[in-house]
């Protein structure tokens, strides 16, 4: 898959590099859940049907980060994460709008006649909540409209999961009140996170559970604070563990920013500044404060058995 970064207006070489027919799926795709894969699915097959490259358009940062509207508190999928799940999905192309104030303020029809048409795009796939556009003001419609004649417009319907419409915004209240096992059925996968093994206080290693201090390399959702069960991808290995998202309150008062701990069954190599990409699976428990440290010892010793359960794990 080719990633192409443009900006409004496109420059005259990328549309003579780029210019070809083609089917898009447009949209924000943060998240890239059941319901987006619904979108980007269909773009892909009418691609194949029309013989044609299959692509995606969407805009990074977001619009709401950069806006400012709203409670935005970071992404889904980051800029890599999307590249790399949409590469598995037959797109071929990925067109990455770069999202600023001068491109809120532009209107639907110069979005169309200086963005798109200029691309020769034959199909334009959007989902059924698509807007564009200043303020929004453009629909799935209005596209069709723009595209006189020379681009199509299919709209794919709402993606619903046990009657409940898969979304991103159902899937950050699900993630933030430690719903994970319905934040991963709407994603269609379980949701990750990814980061450097840093230096933290390495006080793990003094109570029998080592951890690797993971530091997240992009802005991510932060999940509930608590306890998971993990699955760990390391290089060429899948590695296995138990992650406390959280403040460590039997240590500390105070702290706010939540910290990355993983502690991993079986393992024992020097990863320090290695980049892990961590599968969250399951949610345990809610973070709380012990007692004593044997207390919290025999806790997390109780944690990594009921993860290794969890995640079919057997030394």
Not at 33 to 56: C, K
Not at 171 to 200: M, P, Q, T
Not at 282 to 306: H, M, N, P, V, W
Request: one cysteine or more; proline letters at 4%; glycine letters at 10%.
């Amino acid at each position: 898959m080719r990633t192409v970064t443009i900006s409004y207006p496109m420059l005259p070489e990328t549309v003579a590099q780029y210019a070809q027919p083609q089917v898009v799926a447009l949209g924000q795709f943060d998240g890239l859940h059941l319901g987006h894969a619904s979108v980007i699915t269909s773009a892909v097959a009418l691609a194949r049907e029309a013989g044609v490259p299959a692509a995606v358009m969407t805009f990074y940062p977001h619009p709401k980060d950069v806006m400012g509207k709203g409670d935005y508190e970071g992404y889904l999928t980051p800029a890599k994460d999307k590249q790399e799940l949409l590469a598995g999905m037959g797109v071929e192309l990925l067109y990455i709008i770069a999202f600023n104030e001068e491109l809120s303020r532009v209107s639907p029809a110069d979005f169309v006649s200086v963005m798109l048409l200029p691309l020769q795009i034959v199909t334009a796939v959007v989902g059924f909540d698509f807007r564009f556009g200043h303020k929004g003001e453009g629909d799935a419609d209005t596209l069709s409209e723009l595209g006189q004649g020379a681009m199509k417009v299919e709209t794919v319907a709402p993606f619903l999961l046990d009657g409940e419409k898969v979304s991103s915004s159902g899937i950050r209240k699900s993630l933030l009140s430690g719903e994970l096992d319905k934040a991963n059925a709407w994603f269609g996968r379980c949701y990750h996170l990814r980061g450097i093994v840093g230096h933290g206080e390495k006080r793990g290693r003094t109570i029998g559970f080592p951890t690797a201090n993971l530091q997240l390399e992009d802005r991510y959702v932060i999940p509930a604070t608590g306890v998971y069960a993990v699955k760990v991808f390391y290089r060429d290995e899948v590695l296995y563990g138990v992650m406390n998202v959280g403040v460590k309150p039997t240590f500390h008062e105070g702290v706010t920013k939540p910290s990355f701990e993983i502690h991993l069954f079986d393992f024992a190599s020097d990863i320090y500044g290695q980049e892990l990409k961590v599968d969250l699976v399951s949610y345990i428990r809610a973070e709380r404060k012990f007692e004593s440290i044997d207390a919290l010892i025999a806790q997390i010793g109780a944690d990594a058995e009921t993860a290794k359960g969890l995640l079919g794990y057997h030394s």
